[in-house]
């Protein structure tokens, strides 16, 4: 990644950011220095300090991500279906056509789909750690779609790839979209 991807990642987080995030990181930190203040009252006592310590930083590692998921899958939860893909042979183009429907509790007014065409895999182990592939999928875009979405309602997509050409057909299963939907009003503001 370079630089400024790595600045968009950061600016996109930030600006993402909705008040139950700040209030999860707050519980957060709270229970972390409960532990902390645990640690030092049993200071004298290997097996518990031991356990607290370790506890302390599983939670300080993977309770950040996973709160910031929870939260905005709850708030702007989504569900996608693609119905139509064609690749043009006349044109190095691939378009794909579907719906996305917004399962969250709040509003949503902006998504952005991280969009990766991934290898076709026959069945079997490769189709099973076909999700591997998104590290290096054949391609890789990310559309960003105004929209504004209720709970229940859905909406309908397009994505045209220029320069895509395959040898083998792209069917739905070979094509993951990661959704970041949010409502920019409802963000938290720094």
Not at 88 to 114: L, P
Request: glycine letters at 4%; hydrophobic letters at 45%; aromatic letters at 16%.
């Amino acid at each position: 990644m370079s630089k400024a991807e790595i600045r968009d990642l950061i600016d996109n987080f930030v600006a993402t950011l909705h008040i139950y995030d700040i209030f999860a990181m707050l519980w957060l930190g709270l229970v972390l220095l409960l532990m902390a203040i645990l640690v030092i009252i049993f200071r004298k006592n290997v097996k518990i300090v031991a356990g607290l310590t370790l506890l302390f930083l599983i939670l300080t590692f993977f309770a950040p991500p996973t709160l910031y998921i929870l939260t905005h899958k709850y708030l702007y939860g989504t569900e996608y279906t693609i119905n139509y893909i064609k690749q043009m042979k006349f044109a190095n183009v691939m378009v794909v056509k579907g719906t996305f429907r917004s399962n969250g509790e709040a509003n949503i007014s902006e998504c952005r789909f991280h969009t990766f065409i991934l290898p076709p895999q026959k069945d079997g182990l490769k189709k099973k750690l076909e999700f591997l592939y998104v590290l290096r999928p054949l391609r890789k875009e990310t559309f960003v779609i105004h929209e504004n979405l209720s709970k229940g309602e859905t909406a309908e997509f397009k994505f045209k790839f220029v320069n895509f050409k395959s040898a083998k057909d792209i069917n739905s299963s070979d094509i993951y979209i990661y959704r970041e939907c949010f409502n920019p009003n409802l963000s938290w503001k720094f």
